[in-house]
C-alpha cells in the first residue's frame, strides 16, 4: 500500500457541488498538507497541519475547508464547487519541526468542475 | 518571502545527452533545497535534497545538483539522459522553521529518441 493514499483517483463534478477529497497516510507523520497543481503555476499550497488541533491557511485557501479527522486522516472539501478549482490536487505528509524535512506525495486527485 | 524561479517551462533533450535544470531561489537564511519529479500521472518523488554541508549532493537515478550560494542557484543535472527521464522537475524550498514549502512552476521536460 502507498505511503500516502488519495481518494477519488479522479472526480468529475458540476458547479455548486460539494466536494470531498480524503488523504490518508500510514508515515505516523504529524505534519499533513494539501496542495493544488496547475499548469505553468506549480503548486500552490492551500492548507496545512501539524497535528489534530492545529491547522493552518495557505496562500490560497479562499473557497477550500479542511478537516483533520485523525493524526492519519486529513480531507480537503470544496463547499461549492466552481470551474476554476478544477485541478490536480495532492496531499503531502512530513515529519519534524525543522526546515530538515521531506515531503511525501500521495498520487493526486484529479478533479474536474463543469 | 521566499521564492523558487525556474526559468526554462520546457526543454527537450536527445537520448545520451546530459541535462541541466536551472532553478534559482530567494531566501535570506541558509535553504533547504530539493528537487522533486513528477511522472505523467503520478505523484511527486523526492530526486535530491540540499540541507548543509557538501554543496555538491547526490540523489536518485543518477540526478545530482549544486547549492551556489553566491548565485543563488540550485541546479539539477544528469550527464547522461533515458527515455524515462521524461516528467516534469520542481525545485523547491522550505523556510527554516519547515513551515511551508515553495515550489517552483516546474520544467518540463521531453527526451527524443
Known amino acids: 500500500d502507498a505511503d500516502v493514499t488519495q481518494t477519488p483517483r479522479n472526480r468529475i463534478t458540476k458547479t455548486g457541488k460539494r466536494i470531498m477529497l480524503e488523504c490518508s497516510q500510514t508515515?505516523?507523520?504529524?505534519?499533513m498538507y494539501w496542495y493544488r497543481q496547475d499548469p505553468g503555476l506549480g503548486l500552490r499550497l492551500i492548507y496545512y497541519?501539524?497535528?489534530?488541533?492545529?491547522?493552518n491557511k495557505g496562500e490560497i485557501s479562499d473557497g477550500y475547508s479542511v478537516s483533520r479527522q485523525a493524526q492519519a486522516k486529513f480531507s480537503l472539501s470544496l463547499e461549492s464547487a466552481i470551474p476554476n478549482q478544477t485541478a490536480l490536487y495532492f496531499c503531502?505528509?512530513?515529519?519534524?519541526?525543522?526546515?530538515?524535512?521531506?515531503?511525501?506525495f500521495g498520487a493526486g486527485s484529479r478533479l474536474t468542475v463543469l | 518571502a521566499q521564492s523558487v524561479t525556474q526559468p526554462d517551462i520546457h526543454i527537450t533533450v536527445s537520448e545520451g545527452a546530459s541535462l541541466e535544470l536551472r532553478c534559482n531561489y530567494s531566501?535570506?537564511?541558509?535553504?533547504?533545497l530539493f528537487w522533486y519529479v513528477q511522472s505523467p500521472g503520478q505523484g511527486l518523488q523526492l530526486l535530491l535534497k540540499?540541507?548543509?554541508?557538501?554543496?555538491l549532493v547526490q540523489g536518485i537515478k543518477g540526478f545530482e545538483a549544486e547549492f551556489k550560494r553566491s548565485q543563488s542557484s540550485f541546479n539539477l543535472r544528469k550527464p547522461s539522459v533515458h527515455w524515462s527521464d521524461a516528467a516534469e522537475y520542481f525545485c523547491?524550498?522550505?523556510?527554516?522553521?519547515?513551515?511551508?514549502?515553495?515550489f517552483g512552476t516546474g520544467t518540463s521536460l521531453t527526451v527524443i529518441p
Open positions: 503531502a505528509t512530513s515529519e519534524g519541526s525543522s526546515g530538515a524535512n521531506v515531503l511525501t
Open positions: 508515515k505516523g507523520h504529524d505534519r
Open positions: 497541519s501539524f497535528d489534530v488541533k492545529d491547522i
Open positions: 531566501y535570506g537564511a541558509t535553504p533547504y
Open positions: 540540499y540541507f548543509s554541508g557538501d554543496t
Open positions: 523547491a524550498v522550505v523556510s527554516g522553521t519547515g513551515n511551508q514549502f515553495y
